[in-house]
C-alpha cells in the first residue's frame, strides 16, 4: 500500500520525526494536535476554544490526505483538567455530533508546554461509512 505522509511544516517534525498526519490506504491517522500557531498557543487558559482550534488544524490535515470529518471513528482527547471536560465535549459536539466516532478523553499530567490543556489525536477510514 501507498503511505502519503502530511506536514504540517514545523520544525519539530524532522527534529522529533513524526508527521501531522499518515494516510496508509484508506486509513489516516493524525497525530497529537495542540492549539498552537506560529509559536504561541491559541486560546490561552480556555480549553474550549483550544479544541476548537485543534478540530480545525485537524480538520484541514484530513482534508490534505483525502478524508473528511465524516471519516473520522476514533478520537483521543488528552487534557490537563479533566473537570473542565465539559467545555472540551462541548467543542467536540459541535464537530462530532452527527457523526459519533469512539472517543476518548483522559487527564494527563502535562503537555508540552504548560499552556495547552487539550491534545487530540483522531484516526479516520477514507469510505468507511456504509
Known amino acids: 500500500m501507498n503511505r502519503k505522509n502530511i506536514s504540517s511544516?514545523?520544525?519539530?517534525?524532522?527534529?522529533v520525526g513524526y508527521s501531522r498526519a499518515v494516510r496508509v490506504g484508506n486509513v489516516v491517522e493524525v497525530a497529537g494536535t495542540t492549539a498552537v500557531e506560529d509559536g504561541r498557543v491559541v486560546g490561552e487558559n480556555d480549553p474550549y476554544a483550544q479544541t476548537r482550534y485543534i478540530l480545525a488544524k485537524?480538520?484541514?490535515?484530513?482534508?490534505?490526505?483525502?478524508a473528511t470529518m465524516r471519516d473520522v471513528v476514533r478520537t483521543r482527547m488528552f487534557v490537563t483538567d479533566?473537570?473542565?471536560?465539559?467545555?472540551?465535549?462541548?467543542?467536540?459536539?459541535?464537530?462530532?455530533?452527527d457523526i459519533k466516532p469512539a472517543a476518548t478523553m483522559v487527564e494527563v499530567n502535562a503537555l508540552i508546554d504548560p499552556a495547552l490543556l487539550v491534545e487530540i489525536e483522531?484516526?479516520?477510514i477514507v469510505g468507511g461509512e456504509d
Not at 511544516?9 to 527534529?15: D, N, P
Not at 479533566?82 to 455530533?97: K, L, Q, S, T, Y
Open 122 to 124: 483522531v484516526t479516520a
Open 82 to 97: 479533566i473537570a473542565r471536560w465539559e467545555e472540551v465535549g462541548r467543542a467536540h459536539g459541535e464537530f462530532f455530533r
Open 9 to 15: 511544516g514545523t520544525s519539530w517534525e524532522g527534529v
Open 58 to 66: 485537524i480538520e484541514k490535515s484530513l482534508a490534505e490526505a483525502g
